[in-house]
């Protein structure tokens, strides 16, 4: 196979970055990357391109008169406030309208569904951490969530006596410990409900083989929110 070729090389390098190159493809790919630069051009090249995917969307308000215009093409503009039976009757149909949406949503699920691709979240380095070590990630949960796949986005060093520990973190509550994360290659998490009650995922930095209390110790050197 000629991996010199650059639509074969772009396809390979965008599947091992976003994670769906999956088992004896992915090992074999890792391979063969020392030894082909164009592989090792295309995959920084999207690395690059999915690091701004975590940046955070801050909220829009619309204005007022933009939310009145969308009622008024839904529902119309009455000339006076609607009486209780004509209140009422609207309520009836917006039962009719969601019973023929159940119906809908009870035949959409007895079809067969197609497989659900990973989800892959951005884990961006932090301000905080940025003394420490400069770690970026891309991490890939299986659409069931039991198993995570992290990647580091280029090079990647601590110091000596150091390690990088990855957490999930709940919305509230203590964060969970899911291992150690390697600084050279992937780390493969397999652990069931990877997704429950997490709003993000971060690394930390620790002694030697983690943790030593169960929590965080250490500065949090990259995250990313689901």
Do not use: C
Request: hydrophobic share 45%; glycine share 10%; charged share 15%.
């Amino acid at each position: 196979m000629d991996y010199s070729r650059p639509d074969l090389a772009e396809k390979l390098a965008a599947e091992y970055a976003l994670g769906v190159l999956r088992g004896g493809a992915r090992r074999r790919f890792e391979r063969l990357l020392p030894a082909h630069p164009a592989l090792q051009d295309a995959v920084q090249a999207w690395q690059q391109r999915l690091q701004p995917l975590a940046a955070p969307v801050a909220p829009v308000t619309p204005p007022p008169q933009v939310w009145a215009a969308v009622q008024r093409r839904l529902f119309g503009a009455p000339a006076r406030p609607p009486s209780w039976w004509q209140r009422l009757g609207l309520w009836q149909g917006f039962a009719g309208v969601a019973g023929t949406g159940a119906l809908a949503l009870a035949l959409l699920l007895a079809q067969p569904q197609p497989v659900q691709p990973p989800l892959v979240i951005v884990l961006n380095a932090t301000p905080e951490g940025a003394g420490f070590a400069k770690a970026g990630f891309v991490a890939s949960v299986s659409a069931d969530g039991g198993a995570l796949v992290l990647k580091p986005l280029g090079e990647l060093t601590v110091e000596q006596g150091r390690a990088l520990e990855l957490w999930a973190v709940p919305g509230k509550g203590a964060p969970r410990s899911l291992g150690l994360v390697s600084t050279a290659a992937a780390t493969t998490v397999l652990r069931a409900r990877l997704l429950q009650d997490t709003a993000a995922f971060a690394v930390s930095l620790e002694p030697t083989g983690g943790s030593p209390t169960g929590a965080p110790t250490g500065p949090i050197v990259s995250a990313g929110h689901i």
